[in-house]
């Protein structure tokens, strides 16, 4: 949201009332709570009017620093608010003179002035951000001059921050956007909307982002926060909400890594889906004609190929129309749903079906929601309805225990008949000219809303398949949303400007403290040529959940090409085998709050050339994925300095360049790390296996004195294999903790003889097995 008027004034009618100094402080071990007039203090006159703003600074936790900003105290809190992990308060430290006080949690501290008021954050003795000024302010309009404000703070009243940019400063996360990856030169308003991938609009909003200087800000407030990055004043990046209380959270790093992982301390961890979840998902598409023979013959036709298909997904007409949302199969394209299920269960599936919290008027839920109070309703009492997507539907109010309850005991009914998880759709359009049972705030709820609804729907799968079972697939989210994976990147076109696009929005929210993520491979909306669905086809299952899904046709390979079919075989298979190494990031992304998807500017920060990359990205620690985004089949990508390897060739590559390259269908930029150990397994028809049993460990370009690692966890998160390997001159040494068999690749290196295993020459590798706990290679 935009205040000024060029450098020096403010727009006609505006006024800014910001903090002078500090009058007063009250301090305990855990808060500092200011008062800031926002006039100076010179005689006791100048105590008889105007604005005060409070300023409360606490820690959730080292290193993070909360400020919480307010005009008048009395306002009633307003609900709902994020969940937010806050049991465990800092002890703060304060150091202070006449001029300065110094506030420190961990290594971050917070420097104000006392005399002339300015807030600078600091790490290490230097200034990572600052504000001085106006910059922290509440913006009045139409501000009558007197000393009070006979309409209050809930007026044309905003609370606004901004903070300085440094040379070179770039800003990345706010959620899922399609815009520009960088957020420099945008306006940025957390609002969700059904926007489709190719507008400025965006599914799922966090008002949360991280600079490449190694700090992040999470504005906690879940209604509309209105950002702008170096637009208003090319200088300042600001956040601005309505109303008279400002809440937001400093996170230090110094690297984005260590940002996420306590942004992800204080919003929840992603949480890590099943293994199976990380196969190939095959959906009926939206609007297409099926029955059970058409399904079926989709799921024999993939396994007749050779595809090992892992999961199928039944999208909204498994229900009939105008009755979304009934959770009742149209028992004329169903007559045997139970059947239907466990016909399919029986081939190895596990199976998802498509919900929304939509009650359609003809839906034989609607009646019953009506009469029990179950739905969201309009200041005047009545049922809040629309006719978008679904003639006189009404919404599930989340905010009512027993319509959680009620919309949880029909989705039961669902998992008890084979059921295993929900493509949770929508959740976006939410009304704001409404009432709450509850009595939350609509303009809170409208992007909170999506919160509730996924969490309603989780909590039923954990209590019902148990912890780690748990999957969704969704579309809408917002802070904390990350608990409740999968979520997809939504509607987009079937072309290669959707598909760039798609990344590009993925990358944004797996910057903004999301683990996991997919998109419908092939496009969504019309049908894709067979060159754009190959394509699509890498980049999806080089992703870390896999979907084919469209609207008006089929996704299956073989409606395009047979070689289609072939690219779908090969690069499922090879997921398959990618397990140990895939399902290894994904714990430590359930950990450490790390994606599993990572754009270049976070893995290689340093590297001015990866700032605005947002084409590749990295998969885990080690790989390097470049999809191609063209018909001529040209890999263009840039390599980070070292020494990179060919995951599908073995070519080698020294970095520190940009590539430009043909590859065939089979093939795309795939490129291992150096000093690099990547474990494949011993299966490639199915997701969740042992991974450790038979796995080879993959060496790549260790150079001398280096030392390189990994583990495997098997399905329970536990670890079944540890692994090192280190270079001393001509020597290798590979040891290993597990019991396991296991195997070693030294990729493009032919050694001469070793001790502890079996040595063979596979065209430029060296394949060591039958290893034991420490073996030793001669080159």
Request: aromatic fraction near 14%.
């Amino acid at each position: 949201m935009k205040f000024a008027n060029g450098c020096w004034l403010f727009k006609e009618g505006v006024s800014a009332f910001a903090p002078q100094e500090v009058f007063e402080k009250t301090v305990t071990d855990t808060c500092i709570t200011l008062c800031a007039p926002t006039h100076h203090i010179n005689h006791r006159g100048d105590m008889l009017g105007g604005a005060n703003l409070t300023i409360k600074i606490t820690s959730p936790a080292a290193d993070v620093l909360r400020v919480q900003v307010g005009h008048y105290l009395g306002i009633m809190k307003k609900t709902p608010a994020f969940e937010l992990n806050l049991d465990n308060p800092q002890k703060l430290t304060l150091v202070e003179d006449d001029n300065i006080m110094t506030i420190t949690s961990g290594n971050l501290s917070l420097e104000i002035g006392k005399k002339w008021f300015y807030m600078k954050y600091i790490r290490d003795g230097k200034v990572i951000t600052q504000s001085t000024g106006r910059d922290l302010a509440m913006m009045k309009g139409n501000w009558r001059g007197d000393y009070y404000d006979i309409e209050g703070d809930s007026v044309n009243t905003y609370m606004i921050q901004n903070f300085s940019i440094d040379v070179g400063e770039l800003f990345y996360g706010t959620g899922e956007r399609f815009t520009p990856f960088v957020k420099n030169g945008q306006t940025v308003e957390t609002w969700n909307e059904d926007g489709g991938t190719s507008t400025e609009e965006s599914y799922k909003n966090i008002p949360f982002y991280v600079s490449n200087k190694g700090y992040g800000v999470l504005v906690n407030h879940p209604e509309k926060v209105s950002f702008e990055f170096a637009t208003e004043h090319v200088t300042k990046t600001s956040f601005a909400v309505e109303g008279g209380m400002l809440d937001y959270f400093f996170f230090n790093g110094p690297t984005m890594k260590d940002v996420l992982t306590r942004y992800t301390d204080l919003t929840g961890k992603p949480t890590l889906p099943a293994p199976w979840t990380f196969g190939l998902w095959l959906s009926t598409s939206f609007t297409t004609s099926y029955d059970e023979a058409t399904v079926m013959s989709f799921v024999d036709g993939m396994l007749d190929r050779g595809i090992p298909l892992r999961t199928f997904h039944f999208d909204c007409f498994w229900m009939k129309g105008f009755h979304w949302s009934d959770f009742l199969w149209d028992s004329d394209v169903f007559p045997d749903p139970k059947g239907l299920l466990s016909r399919i269960k029986a081939k190895g599936l596990n199976i998802c079906v498509w919900i929304n919290s939509y009650i359609g008027q003809e839906s034989a839920m609607f009646a019953e929601g009506v009469e029990n109070g179950y739905f969201i309703k309009r200041p005047n009492g009545d049922v809040w309805q629309w006719d978008m997507w679904q003639p006189g539907m009404a919404l599930v109010d989340f905010t009512n225990p027993a319509a959680c309850k009620w919309f949880q005991d029909k989705l039961e009914v669902l998992l008890d008949m084979g059921v295993d998880c929900f493509k949770t759709d929508f959740g976006e359009r939410i009304p704001t000219n409404c009432v709450y049972y509850d009595g939350s705030d609509p303009q809170k709820m409208h992007n909170y809303y999506t919160y509730l609804y996924n969490k309603c729907v989780f909590d039923l799968l954990e209590r019902k398949r148990g912890k780690g079972e748990a999957v969704l697939f969704a579309r809408s989210a917002t802070v904390g949303g990350q608990k409740f994976p999968v979520h997809w990147g939504g509607d987009c076109w079937s072309d290669y400007v959707s598909m760039e696009e798609s990344l590009r929005g993925g990358l944004s929210l797996l910057m903004s403290g999301f683990g996991f993520w997919a998109h419908d491979i092939g496009g969504f909306e019309n049908t894709s040529t067979a060159d754009v669905y190959k394509r699509w086809v890498q980049f999806g299952l080089l992703s870390s959940h896999s979907r084919l899904h469209g609207s008006t046709s089929y996704r299956v390979p073989w409606v395009y090409d047979d070689e289609a079919v072939d690219v779908v075989r090969a690069f499922t298979r090879m997921k398959a085998r990618l397990m140990p190494y895939l399902y290894k990031t994904s714990v430590e992304t359930s950990k450490s709050g790390v994606p599993t998807m990572r754009s270049m500017v976070l893995e290689f920060t340093n590297d001015r050339n990866c700032a605005y990359l947002d084409k590749q990205y990295m998969l885990g620690d080690n790989l390097l994925v470049a999809p191609i985004f063209n018909d001529q089949s040209k890999g263009i990508f840039y390599l980070p300095k070292g020494t990179w390897t060919d995951f599908l060739t073995g070519e080698v590559m020294e970095g520190g360049v940009w590539v430009e390259k043909d590859y065939d269908y089979l093939h795309l930029p795939l490129m291992a790390k150096e000093n690099s150990i990547v474990a494949m397994g011993a299966c490639d028809d199915k997701p969740d296996y042992d991974y450790a049993d038979g796995a080879e460990l993959r060496v790549y370009a260790l150079a001398d004195g280096k030392e390189a690692s990994t583990v495997i966890y098997n399905m329970a998160q536990q670890v079944d294999l540890t692994a090192t390997a280190t270079r001393t001159g001509n020597t290798i040494t590979v040891s290993a903790q597990t019991s396991k068999a296991y195997s070693v690749r030294l990729v493009n290196v032919k050694a001469s003889a070793c001790e502890g295993a079996t040595l063979t020459i596979d065209g430029n590798d060296t394949v060591l097995s039958g290893c034991q706990s420490k073996v030793v290679i001669t080159l």
